[in-house]
């Protein structure tokens, strides 16, 4: 093989195996890192196929009660 190193616009499949035989670390630190955007897109379909669904947002405030409070007797409470 030639000692000139392929450029990648050229031909990017000789450019990748050229450098999956040269640079791995880099060559399979792009490919694993792609695989993160293309993820976002192919998961979510497969997880509902296979019944799994979000879970409920977590509240963020505690429901505030409609009505007057209730006034407690007892334990101590009275000021009187």
Known sequence: MSTITPRFWAGPLRY?????REKP????SVV???LGPVSMVV???????FGDFD???IPL???IPSG???KLTGYDDDTE
Request: hydrophobic share 40%.
């Open 32 to 34: 694993i890192g792609s």
């Open 16 to 20: 990748m195996r050229w450098a999956s």
């Open 43 to 49: 998961v979510p379909p497969i997880r509902r196929a």
């Open 25 to 28: 670390a880099y060559f399979w």
């Open 61 to 63: 405030t505690y429901p």
């Open 55 to 57: 879970a409920p947002p």
């Open 68 to 70: 007057p409070r209730k």
